[in-house]
């Protein structure tokens, strides 16, 4: 049987999300699977060294905030920037 495989944008177009969104979506679930996705409950401490590690990581791996978001297991760039 065929496979046929479609473009993020084509999806994004389908499921009537922001591309953008779609790709944040998509770069979880291929870093975190499935348990990326679920909602998560409850108010996050942060420790200071994990505050200290997120910029250090953007500066020597240079990150983009994207990108931090889903190697930290965040829910958007605005814990980042607040």
Do not use: N
Not at 19 to 31: A, G, K, M, Q, W
Not at 48 to 53: A, G, I, Q, R
């Amino acid at each position: 049987m065929l496979e046929q495989y479609r473009s993020a944008k084509s999806l994004s177009k389908e499921y009537r999300v922001t591309y953008s969104l779609f790709e944040d979506l998509l770069r979880i679930y291929e870093d975190q699977k499935a348990s990326g996705l679920l909602p998560r409950k409850g108010k996050w401490v942060f420790s200071s060294f994990f505050k200290l590690s997120v910029p250090t990581a953007i500066r020597e791996e240079k990150l983009s905030l994207r990108e931090v978001v889903v190697h930290f297991e965040l829910s958007g760039d605005a814990r980042i920037l607040g």
